[in-house]
């Protein structure tokens, strides 16, 4: 990222109002439901990972949550397990197409716990400001992540929502997208609670969350897996090699900025934390792999420690059976996942090894 892969400083303010391409989305939802298309599944399974059952993407996701804490929190990752719940929802919103009612109102629940509950629970142990910012940031992440999911199958028809924000002039809007997207302001509220940081600012929190979710996909680029993302922001045709180089440009800015106005260090690694995570946690290299790993048994107990024994209810695995009976990726024409070269890689130059290495211990 040095040299000529830098192009900054990046402008930060947005050239894309993305409320309107979100009511083109609606509009889209409404004209096939007239005539009775095909649209995403509610409850479909968007892992890639060929999940028989919800209980099996719901048990992976809280297994990503606490692989995720301790590397941004090390020993205490299970200090607070409201935090715990909190990012178990944020990811199952990724892997599965919830509707966001659904999750605000209580009926999609996990170990046997609701969105309501976790709200309940906050309120009781004082949360305050807090919890209003972190179950904010998961209702907007809820309805960005069903838009994604219901902007089914772009054409030539329309310019999907990724489209539209991946060819902006430059890549401010398509980095905050992503970070709303995988909810990192609320993930970093939580990391900044069980570090036990006191008060930060509103820039700090941002500037980690962005960094967090750039700092992933950089990582994900040089092991050959953001290639298999449905939704890149830098896969634009417009001025692509400048846009890749813009995204690393705008991690290189927020960095900068965290450390120089003091930021405290557990948030600056939970920006810089994608180079890490990316590398050891199942969650990539099952993506790589497109199939899952068996949970070992220490896991197992933590999991039953921290979120309970029953991961699903009968009513989600229900849903879950129905959605996936036939799968989104086949419906849509997406591939499966493979481990090869791609275009969009986010390295300004040079062909480089996609096999994964073993770290040392």
Not at 249 to 257: A, G, Q
Request: glycine share 8%; net charge negative; with cysteine.
């Amino acid at each position: 990222m040095g040299a000529d892969g830098y192009t900054g400083p990046v402008a930060q303010y947005h050239q894309v109002n993305v409320w309107p391409l979100l009511e083109k989305v609606i509009e889209r939802w409404d004209a096939v439901g007239e005539r009775r298309g095909r649209i995403p599944e509610h409850y479909s399974d968007w892992t890639k990972k060929h999940d028989a059952q919800a209980a099996d993407t719901v048990a992976r996701a809280c297994r990503d949550t606490i692989q995720w804490m301790a590397c941004w929190c090390g020993e205490d990752y299970g200090a607070d397990p409201l935090g715990l719940h909190y990012i178990a929802f944020a990811t199952v919103i990724d892997d599965i197409c919830l509707p966001p009612f659904d999750l605000v109102d209580g009926r999609f629940r996990m170990y046997g716990r609701s969105v309501p509950d976790l709200m309940r629970a906050m309120d009781t142990a004082g949360w305050g400001r807090d919890a209003v910012h972190a179950l904010l940031s998961l209702v907007r992440q809820s309805v960005f992540q069903y838009a994604e999911k219901m902007d089914f199958c772009p054409g030539d028809e329309h310019v999907g929502l990724q489209a539209a924000l991946n060819n902006s002039p430059n890549m401010w809007d398509g980095a905050l997208f992503r970070g709303n997207t995988g909810n990192a302001y609320g993930t970093a509220i939580m990391v900044a609670r069980s570090s036990a940081t006191g008060p930060v600012s509103f820039p700090w929190l941002m500037d980690s969350a962005i960094c967090d979710c750039l700092s992933m996909d950089l990582c994900k680029s040089a092991l050959g897996i953001y290639s298999t993302d449905d939704h890149q922001p830098t896969s634009g045709t417009y001025r692509a090699d400048e846009r890749k180089a813009s995204y690393r440009s705008i991690y290189l800015d927020l960095i900068d900025d965290l450390v120089f106005t003091g930021a405290p260090e557990p948030l600056v690694h939970f920006g810089r934390s994608g180079f890490l995570f990316v590398q050891i946690q199942d969650r990539y290299q099952e993506r790589r792999q497109g199939r899952r790993f068996p949970l070992a048994p220490p896991m197992v107990r933590e999991l039953e420690r921290l979120f309970g024994p029953v991961p699903t209810d009968a009513w989600l695995e229900e849903a879950f059976t129905a959605a996936n009976r036939t799968r989104l990726a086949e419906s849509c024409g997406h591939p499966l996942t493979q481990d090869v070269e791609h275009p969009d890689r986010l390295h300004p130059s040079g062909r480089q090894e996609t096999r994964a290495t073993r770290l040392p211990a």
